[in-house]
């Protein structure tokens, strides 16, 4: 049989045969599920848990989350079996979910909510005692990391190492007090300015004598991603900024258990390109010019209207085409395209951007055509349910007792953390295939290669 064969053919990479061999003891999802959120008065926040609460009361519906909606089929095709994912793994519950998290706004999260401007009131005044009753701790915060905030609900301790002892109280005080069994923190603050790797980043040992003598090179979210690791929280990083993707917290997420994914949620433009490269070099059609623009009003425009946010948003957005075209394995078709990328701040459009895209490709002799798109989006619709699947799926990791960098998340991501000596994976239907073979092997189930052979061949 070809599944045979293919076990028995040594060019199969040798790890993918001892992964879909891989057992996973996976504990159950009981009790409450602690839900930490650094940013937790923003626009995407408060979208997504106004979302959980209207799912809880029975007044909305959480389109877009894989997780709540999503089947997968099991087996062969002419089994016709496709449950859906949450009849097949214990996934954590809805209702069992408990909110707590910081911000440099000090707004509860009702208020938050009216003012982001992406929910309708009613939706929103429906569930308003239940928003009311999340109020924001005080957050760390460094202005030179985001100088366009405002926020004044900013915690007085300027000692790095003091502040993450205090995030991490916080984090255990709310565990205890809610009678909370299981911890995901979701980066949902703003972009922070663009960083590299240093000396400080490369171990547990270097990163921790950095918080206690204020390194210049540790940001808010890293030392956000410090305490929830030390707490054994899964943490997912939904911004672009350097954060748990250093040696030394990478190191730590395997010493404590704790799975980690990241980064910069996938919504709009990104989504699109992720969508439309991998069809375009299928047909092997070549590209002489990606020109990307895009306008948005919310509090993240703001912040990336300063060059230096930018630049750490530029990077994410730019690496997306290089890894999926390949130009070093067709550099005839992709060897010298032009890729630019802009984002334009402008406050009228609120949370409702708009993106342009012009294509420039090239097919058969040569001849030239072109593919125009305009995304007219809701960036915080699109990115709630992407927090809802980290969360839910990130659980489960937890609770499966895997740790490290989680790569199978990449599908939510427009930068994948990655093992050392790979290169991340942006097309969006393997990441897709990825992440759904992932869950069948968790569940003790074949993964499905699609080949289909074995319907034609015995």
């Excluded at 090179?217 to 030392?223: C, F, L, V």
């Excluded at 960036?379 to 499966?400: G, K, N, T």
Aim: proline fraction near 4%; aromatic fraction near 10%; hydrophobic fraction near 40%.
């Amino acid at each position: 049989m070809v599944e045979r064969r293919l076990e028995e053919d040594h060019s199969f990479p040798k790890d993918s045969i001892l992964f879909m061999k891989k057992k996973f003891k996976l504990k159950k999802a009981t009790g409450k599920l602690g839900v930490l959120i650094p940013g937790i008065a923003g626009a995407v926040s408060t979208t997504f848990i106004a979302g959980i609460l209207a799912k809880k009361n029975n007044i909305g519906e959480l389109h877009g989350s894989l997780a709540e909606l999503g089947t997968i089929r099991l087996g062969k095709r002419t089994s016709k079996k496709s449950p859906l994912i949450k009849d097949v793994l214990p996934l954590a519950k809805i209702e069992d979910i408990e909110f707590y998290g910081w911000d440099v706004y000090g707004d509860n999260c009702y208020e938050s909510c009216k003012k982001a401007g992406v929910l309708k009131d009613d939706q929103i005044n429906s569930i308003k005692s239940e928003l009311e009753q999340i109020v924001p701790q005080k957050a760390v915060f460094n202005k030179k990391f985001a100088a366009n905030l405002k926020g004044k609900n900013i915690k007085k301790e300027k000692n790095l190492y003091k502040l993450a002892q205090e995030l991490i109280k916080e984090i255990n005080d709310f565990k205890k007090q809610k009678k909370i069994d299981r911890l995901v923190m979701v980066w949902c603050g703003s972009t922070e300015i663009f960083l590299k790797v240093s000396k400080v980043h490369k171990t547990i040992s270097s990163f921790e004598k950095g918080l206690k003598n204020n390194d210049k090179n540790i940001s808010p979210s890293m030392i956000y991603a410090y305490a929830a690791i030390k707490c054994g929280a899964a943490y997912a990083n939904g911004a672009p900024n350097l954060s748990a993707d250093i040696p030394a917290l990478i190191e730590l997420s395997r010493k404590n258990n704790v799975p980690i994914c990241g980064k910069d949620f996938k919504t709009g433009q990104t989504l699109m390109k992720t969508i439309l490269a991998p069809g375009i070099k299928s047909r092997l059609l070549g590209l002489n010019g990606w020109f990307s623009t895009n306008i948005l009003g919310n509090r993240d425009g703001e912040v990336l209207d300063n060059p230096k946010n930018f630049k750490t948003k530029e990077e994410s957005k730019l690496s997306v085409l290089d890894h999926i075209f390949q130009p070093d394995l067709y550099p005839d078709l992709y060897g010298d395209f032009y890729h630019k990328v802009r984002i334009n701040y402008y406050p009228p459009r609120g949370d409702e951007k708009e993106a342009w895209d012009n294509i420039d490709i090239f097919g058969w002799l040569g001849y030239p055509m072109q593919i125009k798109v305009n995304f007219l989006c809701r960036d915080s619709i699109l990115a709630a349910p992407i927090v809802l699947d980290l969360v839910i799926f990130m659980d489960l990791a937890q609770r499966a007792g895997m740790y490290g960098i989680q790569e199978w998340m990449s599908f939510y991501f427009k930068s994948p953390m990655h093992g050392e000596g790979l290169y991340p994976e942006h097309d969006l239907f393997i990441q897709s295939m990825k992440l759904k073979n992932t869950l069948r092997v968790i569940a003790g189930e074949k993964p499905i290669d699609h080949t289909g052979l074995d319907y034609y061949y015995d």
